[in-house]
């Protein structure tokens, strides 16, 4: 018996191989198919090895902080350069065995600088971020010191005059965890994931089901020469086997082939070094076995809604009967998932416990998946209810009855355009979130000072700035629960909107001490003046026009407010002034850069993904499409021979995929918002109809273009040779 099942498995094996020109096209676009998603599965399962990776050299980078022992002084800074987060570290030896960081030959000296290769294009190309480093470059930054191709670190050499301000440290590498993703970005990233491989499993299980007609037709002539049931069944298994190995061979070797161009690539702060891209053992092994099993499943359970006899292919029902219950039920039991973790912990503690967060993403991919499914039982309820007037709609509601190929290969569409209406609504509430308030008063540029900041040198050099029209330094002092900020009286007319401030004028803003109540200001007694309670639009305290209280005036300032030019271009040259006393001070903005890369760069991992899957659901629909064409060239024929015009017949192959595109986008439409609407809290809700215009346009156009691109098969299979048959 097993000897049987072997040779009727060879047998599959060799029919896939040996059937002629015919077998060996089905056979090279099932690879394909299968291949092309094999690749993006690799891919997929090398994410994870991809970021450890990248952390293990973020932890070699990492300064190991020692009082003890220490052979390095060091001092962190960050540089803001047109929305683009420059981080580095400025370095002094104390010893003469201090290490050197990864990828860098030696300890920078005073005035020496060594950058990553991004950055030293940047510096080479555009004048501006060469004025942000006016140090002598001395290296380039080696892989094994970047987190990334494409990162903009650097290493400098520390300043005398920044002594002060800098920590010791015994060297690189630390052995603590690496910092954790915040919540919001976690659960984003699982959403993410959902919705980037519904549509995958989708895409490989069509491309397993490519020339199953022609397949069905072979079977039925070995069935003429007295084969049983069950051989046909392991002959199918046999014959899918081929294509889906051939596939998986095909996979692995684009991925690797692929991989050097990893280097190049990076979309909006996401990339990777080729050889960080290895795919996890476990998830490579079952990516082996499972495409295999896939595919083998997929067409023995095709076989039983066929009834393969010695005249041929028929089905075993009249027409093929789509269950509701199970695709309504996936996307009621997404929503229902998304409802209740929302309400046992709601929105903010879901942000905040990962445990919270893994439901609710996988709430938001059984919603994806759900959608996925509804989507071949609407275009088969559409097709079965209309009964249009039009020979050309008609033709292809009637064809729409009995196909299971294009539906699929476009509910992988619909899945990708679903999920990312959600994530892009998702993102925005979370970029909103992140975000300071914006500032209503766009001249006015704040500078955020380090520590022990000498502010002479930096006021010298905001003054040499074109556009400056004034400086005010502004001391805060957090003195329990009363905060006291003392700055000049124009700082204070425009936070407060007064007219009668005059120096050592006082202004309380909420609640706050009596005056005449003794408080501790740096060590010394201050008394809290007489002040005029004011309401603005400000935290809570206590603002002095300072210049006439010595107690005040001591206290080095933490921030200097500049009144200049509105243009994002001042910004940029008060940096590059300020850089050369002190590169430490940061332009406050009303957006913290760096959440911002963190949420672009998970926007950019959505549209790689997202740009990735719709190329291949356009192959897919190609190969569907074509494959349906080439399968139904006979009856096509005939309909060209008895009269009907080419005209109409290529109306039809439009109709055919337009008619469940626009089935899709109604079901994305409502469904991807709603998830959206789900999980983001009450009030914060917004929708950009631009971007979701955009997205909806796409999807038309790509469908659209794969449509046109059947109408060379079309035209082939309407001739008349298409009427011969053996």
């Not at 099942?5 to 191989?17: H, K, M, T």
């Not at 959403?191 to 490989?204: E, R, S, Y």
């Amino acid at each position: 018996m097993r000897t049987r099942w072997v040779a009727d498995l060879v047998l599959g094996v060799r029919l896939a191989v040996g059937g002629g020109r015919a077998s060996w096209a089905r056979l090279a676009l099932t690879a394909a198919g299968v291949g092309l998603g094999v690749t993006v599965l690799l891919l997929a399962a090398s994410i994870g090895p991809a970021r450890e990776a990248k952390s293990e050299r973020v932890r070699a980078a990492a300064l190991d902080r020692a009082e003890a022992g220490a052979a390095i002084e060091a001092r962190h800074v960050s540089v803001s350069w047109r929305g683009r987060l420059i981080t580095g570290v400025e370095l002094a030896a104390t010893a003469p065995d201090a290490p050197a960081p990864p990828g860098v030959g030696r300890i920078p000296g005073p005035g020496e600088l060594v950058v990553s290769p991004e950055l030293f294009e940047l510096m080479r190309t555009d004048d501006s971020m060469r004025a942000r480093f006016p140090e002598s470059v001395v290296g380039v930054i080696a892989d094994a010191g970047l987190p990334r191709p494409k990162s903009l670190i650097f290493y400098a050499g520390l300043a005398d005059a920044h002594r002060g301000t800098a920590h010791p440290a015994a060297g690189f590498g630390s052995d603590g965890t690496p910092a954790t993703l915040p919540p919001v970005y976690r659960l984003l990233m699982v959403a993410a994931i959902g919705a980037l491989l519904v549509p995958l499993g989708i895409f490989v299980l069509v491309a397993t089901r490519l020339g199953a007609t022609g397949r069905a037709r072979r079977l039925a002539a070995i069935r003429l020469v007295g084969a049983s049931r069950g051989q046909l069944r392991r002959l199918a298994a046999g014959e899918t086997l081929t294509g889906a190995v051939l596939g998986l061979f095909v996979g692995v070797a684009v991925f690797f082939a692929a991989r050097p161009l990893a280097r190049f690539i990076e979309v909006e702060g996401v990339g990777f070094f080729p050889t960080d891209l290895l795919p996890d053992p476990l998830l490579g092994g079952l990516i082996a076995l499972g495409v295999p099993v896939v595919a083998v499943v997929s067409a023995l359970l095709a076989l039983r809604t066929e009834d393969v006899g010695p005249l041929g292919p028929a089905r075993a029902v009249a027409l093929p009967r789509r269950r509701a219950w199970w695709r309504f039920g996936l996307l009621g039991a997404g929503a229902a998932l998304v409802v209740a973790t929302s309400a046992i912990g709601g929105y903010w503690q879901v942000m905040a416990d990962a445990r919270l967060a893994v439901p609710l993403g996988l709430g938001i991919a059984l919603v994806l998946a759900g959608t996925g499914a509804v989507l071949p039982w609407l275009v088969g309820q559409v097709a079965h209810r209309l009964e249009p007037d039009g020979v050309a709609p008609l033709l292809a509601l009637r064809t729409l009855r009995s196909d299971t190929g294009t539906p699929r290969v476009l509910a992988a569409v619909v899945v990708v355009l679903t999920g990312s209406l959600t994530l892009q609504v998702l993102l925005g509430v979370a970029a909103h979130f992140t975000a300071a308030p914006p500032s209503d008063t766009p001249d006015r540029w704040v500078l955020d000072l380090p520590p022990n900041t000498a502010v002479r040198p930096l006021e010298e050099a905001i003054a040499l700035v074109g556009g400056v029209r004034g400086v005010s330094e502004v001391r805060h002092h957090d003195l329990g629960a009363t905060r006291v900020t003392s700055t000049d009286c124009a700082e204070i007319a425009a936070r407060l909107g007064v007219s009668d401030c005059t120096t050592g004028a006082a202004y309380l803003v909420g609640a706050g001490p009596a005056p005449g109540t003794g408080l501790l200001v740096g060590g010394r007694e201050w008394v809290v003046p007489r002040y005029r309670t004011v309401e603005a639009d400000e935290p809570p305290g206590l603002l002095v026009a300072g210049g006439a209280d010595p107690v005040l005036t001591a206290v080095p300032p933490t921030e200097l407010v500049v009144r200049g030019d509105p243009d994002e271009s001042f910004g940029d040259r008060l940096l590059a002034a300020t850089g050369r006393a002190d590169r430490a001070v940061t332009l406050r903005r009303p957006v913290d850069v760096g959440q911002v890369e963190l949420f672009t760069s998970l926007r950019g991992g959505v549209i790689a993904g997202s740009v990735l899957l719709t190329l291949l659901a356009v192959i897919g629909l190609a190969a569907a499409a074509v494959d349906q064409v080439f399968e139904r060239r006979r009856p096509t024929a005939v309909l060209a021979a008895n009269g009907v015009p080419p005209r109409v017949l290529a109306m039809s192959a439009l109709w055919q995929s337009a008619i469940p595109t626009a089935l899709g986008i109604g079901l994305a439409l409502p469904i991807g918002l709603g998830t959206a609407w789900l999980v983001a809290p009450a009030g914060r809700f917004r929708v950009d109809w631009t971007e979701i215009a955009s997205t909806v346009a796409a999807a038309a156009v790509v469908v659209l273009v794969v449509s046109l691109c059947t109408l060379p098969a079309l035209r082939s299979a309407i001739r008349p040779a298409s009427l011969r048959t053996e």
